[in-house]
């Protein structure tokens, strides 16, 4: 009872339009002046252990500032020309090339929205002029964007990792097959729908196009190699080089120097608009400071300090979210409600039913990231109980979190796309149905099929160890 | 939003801080990989001096990101209430956040207190008065950063004039009542604009459109 | 859950439950508590490190918002530096000297220097003894030159591993195994349990039986909390603690024996070392200890070393 009206407390805040991560702060400190004796020292301690206490949160500002070097620096229109080149001449390829371009640019960054941002900025647009509907256009790109998550690296791992203490470069190894078949599931899809209503198709433009288009997106889709090998290493050519955490500075670091110094689409030697060079980047042998200026230019200030406040309203959700999980485990509440499915005789096919059930309604009301924080711990232990591998049990929940974006009325993607599209965002929820119901089919598949999940990262990093 | 010319003196210190915290948080983890990888060494303070930038940058952001109307929220619902009942939730909502704050100003200063050798305030929840004993914790020492030593006056303050071989907590720590102060002084301004009908919402509505409007603007260019 | 007007005891660790020797011994405490003094008082037991870890569990104690806990010794170097022989290298022959040196004089005195900082120590929980693992064979200490360490943050341990031209690293525990798979970090130093419990012999070439350290445990409670218990209480709640201590303890050395074994027929590899290969790391790792000498106290040192020469 008293945990229902906590969590009638959090959304009824919300609801009124208190800021999320003071919705779930506030109950839980009301909630613990009522019920326990734990001090608001204790709060205030654990506000400041979100992040002292777990290293692997680091990793969001990390990919976060990646992913903002990569949007600004200009990697994700030469990822879109490759992706025409390749699959643009399908009967609805332009859309096709849309989904390819979302998949390759997730394999570079963590989230979501910013996948719609980077991607959905140019292809709605293209689309458009195409011949396709602004509806058909935005419902493609605001279900592909959700490849975000799934495809690693991934925010959203990073934080159920942390929350369960499971290995992040496993999670992200298991997020590789399901978010290519996710992809391929909605290529599918599209393809079909395009033959049925004949949407328009590109040309074929050549392999000459095809590589071209390679070579120019190359330094930009080397971060997809840096992370990987980085992270697991080549067998028998060299170990790995750094933890999935470092990986995301790595990345920060390499994509800074792409942009800057390969693209040069911002920074000191960006193309200026008057002088004898105009409309030209500029070349580092003819303005060597450059290699200095960089570092403080106008562009990389602002471009750090954008990724800085992403970051700052991402944190303060998941450390609140940190305050309300605290409270519910001060409280015991997740052994009550272990104890409470297991003795009504949950079995492991009811039991992930019921978390599909929680993560779909929660996924409506909250953002992902706190939403997990808060759900993962109560889950967690039933699934050890249950058997269930807590990596397959991430992949179902990365799933259910895709599905909470695009569903109003918080949903990530759905706001970023209404405003990518210029369209308001009823008519974006609309459009982003029938692809929805593809995103629905596959988290079934993906829930009663570990396999999916698990094949890979067993394969490379062996079976999960569970110690609990 | 950035630092537009018309941004205040302040927006522009804030904008440089987290430029510059996250800035610095990426070079010593990326410099911490190369001396392991390249140079077969460690920056042992690497990790835990990066956490704790990590808090300053979102403690302190938090306020910031008040004051801009930044922070994450749902406005389905108010947004199809009309004028009048939207001010009113507004004035709930703000209130809501003011008593949030100013818990946590009173969990934060009695959580940092003890480590700064000062009194935790008394009450459980309103504070009534400062303790009049209680154990001084400024001898409690961070795990992996050195005490630089130009620090050396705290010492003799705080730790009996005893060495330090590690930062004393009550340094990192000091970002709790500063930056849940700052976050109170924001959310009374937030509440004066609303009750002054400047803004009918403490949430961000369209936020994301703006930053899509800056993409569009570059591509664009 | 507690009934009304029970006294509440909040114990927060940072192990499973049942198989972990600290894990254990939680639970037999938790039970004997909830059996023998129900009405009076009951025991929460927060495992796996879900309301606290082992650093913020002891400014949560300070502040009263938990009783009990039980963290590494290395952890207590901050309340007092004395603490440090515990990680000193070599400093203990065997857990039979580790258990009398702690219940000697200069244990005891050693744990009750805290109480200023407000920490009663209250039991040493044991673990045993540290054994190095790499990813390549460590006979000789030589090997390990120039390979990458993970250890839990100490002066002493990064002292110890720079005296065998070793590079320490700071990891968050959880990436440990992923790390030592993966070879960001070549290698580790923990006990039998905590090498079958995280199976690190799967990553690992294989575990050198060095014995070079020790990794125990200490039972806190916050003075205050214990002054404020009514005398009759504190001393049925200490005489179960004890009673389990010492059943736990007594168990240590079988318990270690089984997680060896374990590790053998999980197939994991264990080399042992001749007199003199042990003696080669003796001599390297040894030198450590002048480093600290200052803060352990020499009268600290001498007598472990009495309790040893005395076995
Ligand atoms: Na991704
Ligand atoms: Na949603």
Redo the contacts with the bound molecule.
Sequence with gaps: MAVAILFGLVIGFMLIGVPIAVSLGMSSVMFLLWYSDTSLAAVAQTLMQAFVGHYTLLAIPF?ILASSFMSTGGVAKRIIRFSIACVGHMRGGLAIAGVFACMI????????PA?VVAIGSIVIGAMTQAGYTKDFAAGVICNAGT?????????VMVVYATAVDVSVGRMFLA?VIP?ILAGVMLMTAIYIMARVKGMPKGEWLGWGEVWASFRDAFWGLMLIVIIMVGIYGIPGVTGAIFTPTEAAAVASVYAFIAAVFIYRDMGPLKATGTGPEAGRNQSLLRKPQALVTAWFHRDTQKTLFEAGKLTITLMFVIANALILKHVLTDEQVPQHVANAMLSAGFGPVMFLVVVNVILLIGGQFMEPSGLLVIVAPLVFPIAIELGIDPIHLGIIMVVNMEIGMITPPVGLNLFVTSGVAGMPMMRVVRAALPFLGVLFIFLILVTYVPWISTVLPNAVMGPEIVTR | MQAAPEGSFTDRIEETLIAVILGVMTLVTFANVIARYVFNSNILWALEGTVFLFGWMVLLGASYAVKKNAHLGVDAVIEILPAPARRVLALISVVVCIAFTFLLLKGAWDYWANFANLPQTTGRWFPTGFEETFRPKGWYEVNDIPFPEWLGFVRDVFNDGDEYEKLPRFIPYAVLPLSMTLILLRFCQAAWAVWCGRQDRIVASHEVEDEIADVRRKEEA | ACDDGEIVIKFSHVTNTDKHPKGIAASLLEQRVNDEMDGVACMEVFPNSTLYDDDKVLEAMLQGDVQLAAPSLSKFETFTKQFRIYDLPFMFKNMEAVDAFQSSDAGQKMMSSMEKRGLAGLAFWHNGLKQFSANKPLIMPEDAKGLKFRVQPSDVLVAQMEALDASPQKMAFSEVYGALQQGVVDGQENTWSNVLGQKYYEVQDGITETNHGVLDYLVVASVDWLDSLEPEVRDQFLTILDEVSVERNAAINEVDMEARQGVLDAGGVIRELTPEQREAWVTVMKPVWEEFTADVGQENIDAAQAINAGL
């Design positions: 990919f640019f997730a394999a570079l960054s963590g989230s979501s996948t490849l975000g998550i799934l495809i690693p690296p991934s925010i997020g978010g």
